[in-house]
Nanobody, 116 residues
C-alpha cells in the first residue's frame, strides 16, 4: 500500500505563488509517473501536470509557462511550483502516483484559493 501526504495549499492573491508537495511512502520500489490534478467547484477533475520516471513532463495548456512540476526520486516526492496564479486556478489539488501502469494512488487533496 502507498500513502500520499500533500502540503502547501492556501490562500494567495492573484499574481502570487504557491508550492505544493506530495510525499509518497509505503511499499514503493519505483514510481512510473507522478501527477497533479485539480477540481474546481462544479467542474470535473482535470490533469494539471505529469512527470514521468525519465523526467519528461506535460502540462495542461492553461498552466504552461506558469506552473512547473518536479520530483525528487530519493524522497518519492513530487512538487508543483505555481507562479502568476489566477483566480481560475482556484481548486482542490490532488496528487496522483502510479508506481506501475496498473496501480493508482490519490492524495487527500489540498485547497488552493486565489483571490482577485
Amino acid at each position: 500500500q502507498v500513502q500520499l501526504v500533500e502540503s502547501g495549499g492556501g490562500l494567495v492573491q492573484a499574481g502570487g505563488s504557491l508550492r505544493l508537495s506530495c510525499a509518497a511512502s509505503g511499499s514503493i520500489f519505483s514510481i512510473n509517473s507522478m501527477s497533479w490534478y485539480r477540481q474546481a467547484p462544479g467542474k470535473e477533475r482535470e490533469l494539471v501536470a505529469v512527470i514521468r520516471s525519465g523526467g519528461s513532463t506535460n502540462y495542461t495548456d492553461s498552466v504552461k509557462g506558469r506552473f512547473t512540476i518536479s520530483r525528487d526520486n530519493a524522497k518519492n516526492t513530487v512538487y508543483l511550483q505555481m507562479n502568476k496564479l489566477k483566480p481560475e486556478d482556484t481548486a482542490v489539488y490532488y496528487c496522483n502516483v502510479r508506481p506501475t501502469a496498473l496501480q493508482v494512488f490519490w492524495g487527500q487533496g489540498t485547497q488552493v484559493t486565489v483571490s482577485s
